[in-house]
């Protein structure tokens, strides 16, 4: 009897076996490291935190971090989360246009990539990733002056990069310089030359540093641009091996567009702190916006404004464009998000000058309602530092994909075919969630 039972469960068992192939199908593993983690990707949340396990504990702090108790730096995500849609219904949503006009041309998604500082701690391409990414994408990039790799590195970045569907491909790059003023005045207006002869479109202007927030995660550390090395950094180090390999593997990282000149380039460790409060002018005024107009004699941005007055006198200078800024969180801890500048700021200038939201994008949602609130185009920053902390080049590539996708996937159900029909009527404040 035993014996039977035996033979009767071999066929069974087979054909038991036979029916879950049938119906289940095995994933294939990923042999690359890259794709296997963007892979287990779904938002920017997500990328963060596959950041934050890839990169030491201090780098990923001067990235996430922001000044004092980050009170700024949780309102200017949050507070588009208290914006709802009134989504219409019933329109035809076959074809979405994205695209818009920022400084005269065409973008095909209200998106400009902010400009960040020492990028090559979170990987060793740095600007150069990113601008490459950017230029695929067909959308603005802002390289800092605090980059660590210089004007004419990214435009020959992106000179590699060609888009189209002709066989032949376009140089569809659009480079953005982003200027903090330093005592130095020579100095800055070598750069101005330099950014000029490189193909640079613009100057972004930033006004809100005169002196540097106190950024506590940094203070913690004792955070140096680049880092000292001690024996937390060792340690930290040896924890995460991927980022260390590649930091010893590559070059010294320095302020790429000041290097041998006579101020800190970062050749030697300097505290971020320090440096801002020694090069920086802080008497920088109104006046100077003036002066920056007739040395570069291109389109100007000043990012850092951050009430509809300060708004209103930038845009009676003739600036091209404003950001409504306040750096991400990282300098006046209990500035106005924002999100709630925009429809106010949008009202008194009554389009006379463009309006860029930056700070907060985490979504193509969050595009959408400051679109639909009146700025002209939103900002990035964070975002793509953590899918470049995350997956290098190909993580920013995610990113802005997954920005486009989501802008598109949001108007289609909001009922809006193109950038054009974005508008106030579209959203509303949550009760009691209105900006005072």
């Not at 391409?125 to 950017?134: C, D, K, P, Y």
Request: hydrophobic share 40%; aromatic share 6%; charged share 25%.
């Amino acid at each position: 009897m035993v014996r039977l039972a035996r033979a009767s469960i071999g066929p069974n068992l087979h054909g038991m076996l036979e029916s879950l192939r049938s119906v289940l199908q095995f994933r294939e593993f990923e042999t690359d490291p890259v794709a296997r983690r963007l892979s287990r990707a779904a938002n920017v949340d997500d990328l963060r935190a596959i950041a934050k396990r890839r990169l030491p504990g201090g780098v990923f702090d001067y990235i996430d971090g922001a000044a004092e108790d980050e009170v700024t730096l949780h309102h200017n995500s949050a507070r588009f989360d208290d914006l709802e849609f009134a989504p219409r219904v019933l329109r035809d949503v076959s074809n979405i246009d994205a695209s818009t006009s920022v400084l005269g041309n065409s973008i095909p998604l209200p998106l400009i990539l902010s400009p960040t500082g020492f990028t090559r701690i979170a990987d060793p391409q740095g600007e150069l990733a990113v601008s490459r990414a950017a230029a695929r994408a067909r959308l603005p990039y802002t390289l800092s002056t605090m980059a660590t790799r210089s004007l004419e590195e990214v435009q020959a970045a992106q000179a590699e990069v060609t888009v189209g569907n002709d066989g032949q491909g376009v140089d569809a790059s659009r480079r953005w310089f982003q200027v903090y003023v330093w005592k130095d005045r020579g100095l800055v207006k070598e750069l101005l030359a330099r950014a000029k002869a490189a193909g640079y479109e613009a100057i972004m202007i930033t006004v809100d540093t005169a002196v540097l927030g106190r950024r506590e995660r940094d203070v913690r550390r004792g955070f140096t641009l680049p880092p000292k090395i001690g024996l937390d950094t060792i340690i930290d180090g040896a924890l995460h091996p991927g980022w260390t390999w590649d930091f010893v593997r590559s070059e010294p990282i320095m302020f790429a567009n000041v290097v041998g000149k006579d101020t800190d380039d970062g050749s030697s460790p300097v505290s971020l702190h320090e440096h801002v409060n020694a090069q920086f002018d802080q008497s920088l005024s109104w006046d100077d916006i003036e002066w920056f107009q007739s040395e570069w004699g291109g389109k100007v941005v000043v990012k850092g404004i951050q009430t509809v007055v300060d708004a209103e006198t930038a845009s009676g200078l003739g600036v091209d464009a404003i950001a409504l800024s306040n750096h991400g969180g990282r300098q006046l801890d209990g500035a106005p998000s924002p999100i709630d500048l925009v429809a106010p700021v949008a009202q008194a200038l009554g389009g006379a000058t463009e309006i860029y939201c930056d700070g907060g994008i985490r979504r193509g949602s969050d595009i959408v309602k400051a679109v639909s609130l009146g700025a002209t185009a939103a900002m990035i920053g964070r975002a793509y530092f953590y899918a470049l902390g995350a997956g290098g080049e190909r993580g920013v590539d995610w990113v802005l994909d997954f920005l486009d996708a989501g802008t598109r996937q949001t108007m289609a159900l909001a009922g809006a075919q193109n950038i054009g029909q974005l508008g106030p009527d579209l959203v509303r404040w949550r009760p009691g969630r209105q900006p005072i």
